[in-house]
């Protein structure tokens, strides 16, 4: 019995310490990075989560022997390169981290390579520590796009040596 314990402690220990991310440290001007693996995301059924939900209730998700299911909304590491959920009418929250390790203040840009996402919002952190948000998707005009491309492009502000916490929401109906 003290080993079957003893093995579940583990068990959920190694579940805090897999769901904990390595931020995206750039080191270069240049260079691309596929996001997928850097990133936790959590899936929004209802799609009636807004961003206090996700920042002061989620948490990462631990299934144990006995529960599995929780009734607070938790992020699953992704395993993915790629992310793909497939057709869903859920949205999907995505959270990274990302460390600018280069001497100067900078902005990442970030691609979104599938055209038919019906609304992208990003979570970007500001100097003074606040969340501001960027809003597209194919349900906006082109022109409101600040980098015209086909792709959705996004600016990520990059703060000198400072982690900062990223969240994207995505949803669509097709």
């Known amino acids: 019995f003290p080993t079957t314990s003893l093995y579940l402690i583990l068990l959920l220990f190694a579940s805090f310490s897999l769901s904990a991310l390595e931020p995206i440290r750039i ?17 929004d059924k209802d799609g009636k989560l807004v ?7 989620a948490r990462p998700c631990v299934f144990t022997a ?6 607070k909304p ?18 999907y ?8 390790k280069q001497d100067e203040y900078k902005h ?15 979570y970007s952190t500001e100097a003074n520590g606040d969340y501001a948000v960027e809003t597209t998707g194919d349900t906006f005009p082109f022109s409101n796009r600040k980098i015209p491309n086909r792709h959705f ?22």
């Open 74 to 91: 938790c992020w699953k590491k992704s395993e993915q390169k790629n992310l793909n959920f497939g057709l869903t009418t859920s949205a």
């Open 66 to 71: 006995t529960n599995h299911t929780t009734t």
């Open 51 to 57: 961003f206090d939900d996700i920042r002061k209730d």
């Open 108 to 122: 990442w840009l970030l691609e979104i390579s599938y055209p038919f996402l019906d609304r992208i919002d990003l």
């Open 27 to 43: 080191t270069e001007p240049e260079g691309k990075i596929v996001l997928g693996i850097h990133t936790e995301y959590l899936e």
């Open 153 to 174: 492009i996004l600016k990520v502000p990059l703060h000198k040596n400072k982690i900062d916490t990223c969240y994207i929401r995505v949803e669509s109906n097709g």
């Open 93 to 100: 929250w995505l959270k990274f981290q990302i460390q600018n």
